[in-house]
């Protein structure tokens, strides 16, 4: 079966220090992969995907990821984390299908920013 | 280009009480899905309608939930009778039916709270 594992739970950091999330997945074929990020009020903003090609992708606000197959893992990455990167991320496999598909998630992961 | 909406933003209701959910998708999106996230837990899918039909709704946890989407426009999520573990929060999305259609776009969810 189809799963995701954020192995943090919660996750503190200083500001300007770099950052890395992790993911890992179980999935059969070959993933379709997602990065989204929900702050505080917000909905869930995507930051990155990935489904083929490069394995290293780069998203929005700075952040990047890189798809390791023999990890089975996509760990987000930023260099220099910012105030206001304090969210909770999720990592996301898509079951595709025609028309469409699900997403899976991971528990997600809140990341603190210290000052 | 609005976004995906929801109505309500909360609502909080007693068991046994009947509550309906509403999302408006991206125009042109004929593909929309609801996600519920348990306190505490993942972000579960729900279902998936492409325009009015129902594709997969898999996730649905039992009759007592009800999603509709006459005309392929918005959608309704019915749950009735509520019961306390019915809590949470319910997000919806959408994703346009070509090319990259694996990138959902979510709402900002309906946070329900049965007492």
């Known amino acids: 079966a189809q799963s995701v594992t954020q192995p943090d739970i919660h996750i503190t950091v200083s500001e300007g220090a770099s950052l890395e999330l992790r993911c890992n997945y179980s999935y059969g074929a070959t993933p379709y992969l997602f990065w989204y990020v929900q702050s505080p009020g917000q909905g869930l903003q995507l930051l990155l995907k990935y489904f083929s090609g490069d394995t290293l992708v780069q998203g929005i606000k700075g952040f990047e990821a890189e798809f390791k197959r023999s990890q089975s893992s996509f760990n987000l990455r930023k260099p220099s984390v910012h105030w206001s990167d304090a969210a909770e991320y999720f990592c996301?496999?898509?079951?595709?299908?025609?028309?469409?598909?699900?997403?899976?998630f991971g528990q997600g992961t809140e990341l603190s920013v210290k000052p | 280009e609005a976004g995906v909406t929801q109505f309500p933003s909360h609502s909080v209701i007693e068991k046994g009480q009947t509550v309906t959910l509403r999302c408006d998708p991206i125009s042109g999106h004929d593909n929309l899905y609801w996600y519920r996230r348990v306190m505490g837990k993942e972000i579960k899918f729900l279902l998936h309608f492409v325009k009015e039909s129902k594709q997969d709704e898999s996730g649905m946890p039992n009759n007592r939930f009800l999603a509709e989407r006459t005309g392929g426009t918005y959608s309704t999520l019915k749950v009735q009778p509520a019961e306390l573990e019915d809590s949470g929060v319910y997000f919806c999305?959408?994703?346009?039916?070509?090319?990259?259609?694996?990138?959902?776009?979510f709402g900002p969810g309906t946070r329900l709270t049965v007492t």
């Open positions: 999305a959408s994703s346009h039916p070509s090319g990259r259609g694996y990138e959902q776009y």
């Open positions: 996301a496999v898509g079951v595709i299908y025609n028309q469409g598909g699900k997403l899976i």
